[in-house]
């Protein structure tokens, strides 16, 4: 497999070593200081980033590479180049890209267009890195048995959603979507492609839409902002009523198991999407999640630059 565009790319087997290398750079982050070396990694976002940008350009430097930031606009892309001549250009200079962006299908045409590896960094549709951090975090609170286990996403069916859907079922879990019907659900072409993974990993795809029925027993409650970028701002007074009984409060958490975790992907608006004694409070990992944000991107680009990542 080339390129990382969407998590549904991932084997179990592939997220296996991926994570298996996540934990060898966080013990050692120098341990591959040359894989890169002479070689420049550009990161090319027209979105925002603090997490998957600082990940993404110390991930590069300790893999011995030099990352080459360019924001949205700086690129002639923006005044009318083609993505697929953009492609062939950053091909020429660079051993791999990272991109966010707003459509799903622009970073599909970077990926077929470009003779480098393309990894998703976050689009309207998808964050699969943000998986494997999530993922490394799960597995360092419960290990890796995690039968009879229920991990439950409450809130906007966004690109969040969608990741953590498709990674749930690559890894066999039984993973819950809870979020208010219609517009705000995930899309239905993901719930489907969750389920037909499913049925080779032994995964159970449940998509509820009462968040206190989802969060009993559950051993995560994960949520995401309900604004994401580039949702439009004449919606914002609607969706943040219909969302409101998704919040993750302590009501909602005491319905889960004695040992469940709070996951967020950051940034938070506490108040909002998340209570603040449960973001600050005991059982919340968001920081570690955040730490292994550079891990496995490390790992990653570590071994699809290497043509490691054999894909599903
Ligand atoms: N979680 C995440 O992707 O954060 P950033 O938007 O700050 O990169
Ligand atoms: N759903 C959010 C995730 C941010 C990491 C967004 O797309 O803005």
Redesign the pocket.
Known sequence: MKDLLRTADLSRADVDLLLATAADFAVNPLMASSALSNKTVAIYMTK??????LASETAVAHLGGTPIFIRGDDLQLGRGETISDTAKIISEFASALIVRTYAQSDVDELGRESSIPVINA?TDDD?PT?LLADWITIQENFGKDISGRKFVYLGDGNNMSHAWLIMGAIMGAHVVAATPEGKWAPDADVIAQAREIAKTSGATIEILHDPVAASKDASVLYTDVWMSMGDPEAERAEKMKVLKPFAVTQELMSLTEKDSIFMH???AHRGEEVAADVIDGSRSVVWRE?HH?RTTIQALLYHLVRGEVKGR
């Open positions: 925002p980033s603090t997490r998957t940008r976050l964050h943000q992907c950051l940034p955040a944000r």
